[in-house]
């Protein structure tokens, strides 16, 4: 496996990370525990070092899995995980607010029990608090840099001027939002002050939640428990008329002799060596397919008609519900 630096970190990870999720459960179905268990150690034989979790997913539950199986490789690899809300650490759900300045040595203290770690490589901001200001969020992060229980702050889904704020309190070396063919408001600012300031950038949700691997049409249908059946840009006449994108991927795919899944992730790739995706998978060939896009290499001519594309159809629908969007910082 190939590997990429995170911006000036020096953080060095392999170039396709793992996003964990969807093992606790997130999208239909709970995945068996074993063979998520199986599927993280398989990840490690195959050379990823780039592990993603959250208090929130599960809630507890998926941290509780990363920390079981990757314990033993701890020296290995970097996991990444992330706070926001308050959860219940007794019935393990949200309790309606988010975490404040003074609650943040807390919840760390949880994430570093589940995880079996005597520090946290990468620590998130899952989500910026309105209500706080975020010099005070960074510093409250700063405070466990400096206590031992973290290495690094990161921020998801925040604006340009959000990370510049943070980073002048506490170095920011990760910025994690969503990125791909379909969603591409990062480029309006955020990868800017990422290449200015020197920070990595990752990828959440590269292949759309699925959508980019063409495995998604207009008969597909989503359970009720599945996040997509609540996304406006995965029904109706939206999903219709988004095929259109798709389609063209898989054209593009079948004359590399590719996936339209590795097409999405090479695009991704190509453009900045900083980039580094973390596509969630609960099956063992979705995970050695999403591996493999790390050899792809895209012509410039490709990436052009790629960048044409995704400029050229317009996506319809919310990436998100608007409940889950009002919480982007974007």
């Known amino acids: 496996m190939q590997k990429r630096t995170l911006g000036s970190s020096g953080l060095e990870v392999s170039a396709i990370g793992l996003g964990c999720m969807t093992m606790t459960g997130g999208y239909s179905g709970m995945p068996d525990r074993q063979d998520m268990i199986t599927l993280l150690r398989a990840a490690v034989d195959r050379g990823v ?10 809630p507890h539950a998926n941290e509780e899995l990363v920390g079981e199986v990757l314990a033993p490789y701890a020296d290995q690899v970097v996991i990444a995980t992330k706070f926001a809300q308050d959860i219940d650490p007794v019935e393990r759900k949200p309790r309606g607010r988010m975490l404040r300045p003074e609650d943040v040595a807390g919840a760390v203290d949880g994430s570093l029990q589940r995880l079996r770690l005597d520090v946290i490589d990468l620590y998130y901001q899952h989500r910026v608090n309105p209500d706080v200001p975020i010099e005070e969020m960074a510093g409250a992060v700063k405070d466990l840099v400096d ?24 170095p920011v070396i990760a910025i994690q939002s969503e990125y791909n063919l379909w969603w591409r408001r990062p480029e309006q600012g955020v990868l800017a002050a990422c290449a200015e300031l020197g920070i990595g950038f990752v990828p959440f949700s590269p292949l759309g939640k699925g959508f980019l691997t063409g495995t998604v049409d207009t008969t597909t249908s989503f359970a009720a428990n599945d996040l997509r059946a609540q996304i406006p840009r995965f029904s109706g006449e939206a999903l219709e008329h988004n095929l259109a994108l798709v389609e063209e991927v898989k054209a593009i795919a079948a004359a590399k002799d590719a996936t339209p899944g590795q097409i999405a992730l090479a695009w991704l790739l190509a453009q900045q060596p900083w980039i580094v995706p973390i596509p969630g998978t609960t099956k ?33 629908g919310g990436r998100y519900p608007d409940q889950l969007e009002a919480q982007t910082n974007l």
Do not use: P
């Not at 070092?49 to 599960?58: C, R």
């Not at 921020?155 to 340009?160: D, G, H, P, R, T």
């Open 49 to 58: 070092t780039f592990f993603d979790t959250a208090e929130a997913y599960g």
């Open 147 to 170: 206590a031992g229980k973290v290495k690094r702050f990161g921020m998801s889904e925040a604006a340009e001027d959000t990370i510049r704020r943070a980073h002048a309190v506490q």
């Open 284 to 316: 063992l060939h979705r995970l050695e397919e999403n591996l493999a896009a790390a050899d792809v290499t895209l012509s410039e001519a490709e990436l052009d008609q790629l960048n044409d594309l995704s400029s050229r159809i317009e996506i319809h």
